[in-house]
């Protein structure tokens, strides 16, 4: 599904997309109501949406946004924003969007990107990666209460979350804990439910909050 300000824009992006013999566009333009109905349908896997409408998309896709509440991570989100949105990026990553990738990049960061939001992973360019995970940390720091979270996890998760925040991917970390990545991605699952966060970067920023806090993190 494509949410974009563009008709043209997003026409044509649709056609490039549906040319992927493992993508299926199930509607493009699709005005922010409609994309609502259709995330909480479950009818879509992954939404690429303009980074000026992905704040009203996602204004109800997940139950619990706020920082401190239980929440659900709402379907998967892939941003298409202009340089130098970085306070937007910030916000919607919180919001639990999936990836974000600038229009100016190639259509095969993008395809990278939806690919790894559909196997759940966080998609942030290395250049936004930095100024992103500090406010993130900056504002779990100023929540005592998720961050407290930290101390439910067990020894396992404790270790797999370490590992992610040294920059490991999931594979990576499979390999090094001699793990299969399914059995790393259901950790992963539960990482987020446990500290009731929508994203893997967000609950990287709870341990490194932890960490500053003196919180366990293993």
Known sequence: MLVDRSP????????????????????????????????????VDVAVCDDQL???LLADAGSGNAIGTVARRPPHVVVLAEQGNEDRA???????????????????????????ANDGETWIPPALLTRVLADLTSAY????????????????EREILSLLGNGLGRAEVAAQLHLSQH???????????????????????????????????G
Request: charged share 20%.
């Open 141 to 156: 720091q100023q929540e005592r209460a998720v961050v407290d979270r930290l101390t439910v996890l067990t020894e396992r």
């Open 90 to 116: 910030t916000a919607l990553v919180q919001a639990g969007i999936a990836g974000w990738v600038t229009r100016d990049q190639s259509s095969d960061v993008l395809l990278a990107a939806i690919r790894g």
């Open 54 to 56: 992905a704040g009203d």
């Open 8 to 43: 043209i824009f997003a026409e044509a992006l649709a056609a490039r997309l549906d040319r992927e013999v493992d993508i299926s566009v199930l509607a493009a333009h699709v005005p922010v109501e409609v994309g609502r109905r259709l995330l909480a349908s479950g009818a």
């Open 183 to 217: 059995t790393v991605r259901t950790h992963v699952q539960n990482i987020r439910s446990r500290l009731a966060v929508h994203s893997t970067l967000a609950a990287v920023a709870v341990a490194r909050a932890g960490r500053a806090d003196g919180a366990v993190t």
